[in-house]
């Protein structure tokens, strides 16, 4: 299980939204590459990067705030927003990203994160965005009439390295995961699910290291750890022990 922290960009800037709204946008650091380097100082391993702006615009609008980062850290990084054609994924790989996330483009155009999942196994991640399990695109701003398992379902056997779940909800509002809906995703699908969306306390990251959610791949953190609420070091820890007891 890998705790991912969230580092979201808008205007260069290294922010959180609440429920996906931009107008309810709060910054937290104006130096996303410093905020990259505190995480990797905390003991994190794996990054989680969203480009808020290249969601709604279709294509990268912070790329030198993520180039930035790559320079900076040499942990993983997971790069999504704005990916939306093949090229963009070949450029943000070659450029260090470890794998690219696509979100809008699976439910637009799946044969594309086949295609991409096909020339670059294991380094395309699908990002599925609901809201009252239908999934969400364009930066959230509209919401299809499709279901998230069913999109899910599209992309086994395609060589996807994960399923990114977020309960736009809960997002930002620091209400707990969506731990049922997520895990009963994962239950239908052979691929790793990561729960995103409202990850509040410790207790959050223990009911994740329960049997019932076994077959979660991880999850992400992101207001809670800016706001204090979860301890980087005790998080890190309990999952550390729950590995090492399996």
């Not at 993520?66 to 450029?95: C, H, N, S, Y």
């Not at 959610?213 to 991880?218: D, I, Q």
């Amino acid at each position: 299980m890998i705790l991912f922290p969230a580092i979201d960009l808008k205007n260069g800037q290294c922010v959180r939204l609440e429920q996906g709204d931009m107008a309810r946008a709060t910054v937290f650091n104006l130096d996303p590459a410093a905020q990259a380097c505190a995480f990797a100082a905390q003991g994190f391993e794996y990054l989680h990067v969203v480009d808020l702006d290249g969601a709604f615009a279709g294509k990268p609008m912070n790329a030198h705030a993520v180039e930035a980062m790559l320079k900076a850290v040499t942990m993983p990084l997971q790069l999504g927003g704005g990916i939306r054609d093949l090229a963009t994924v070949e450029a943000w790989l070659a450029k260090g990203v470890a794998r690219v996330i696509i979100g809008t483009a699976a439910v637009r155009d799946p044969e594309f994160v086949k295609s991409a999942a096909k020339r670059f196994p294991g380094r395309v991640a699908v990002g599925l965005d609901a809201r009252d399990g239908k999934v969400a695109v364009e930066g959230w701003a509209e919401t299809s009439q499709v279901m998230a398992p069913e999109i899910a379902q599209r992309f086994e056997d395609a060589g996807v390295a994960a399923i990114i779940f977020t309960d736009i909800a809960r997002d930002g509002l620091l209400k707990g995961l969506n731990l049922e809906a997520t895990i009963a995703l994962a239950e239908r699908i052979s691929l790793p699910v990561i729960a995103s969306g409202g990850l509040a306390s410790i207790d959050d990251v223990k009911a994740l290291l329960t049997p019932r959610a076994k077959k979660l791949a991880g999850a992400i953190a992101g207001r809670a750890l800016y706001d204090g609420r979860l301890d980087p070091a005790a998080a890190l820890a309990l999952i550390r022990n729950a590995h090492a007891a399996a």
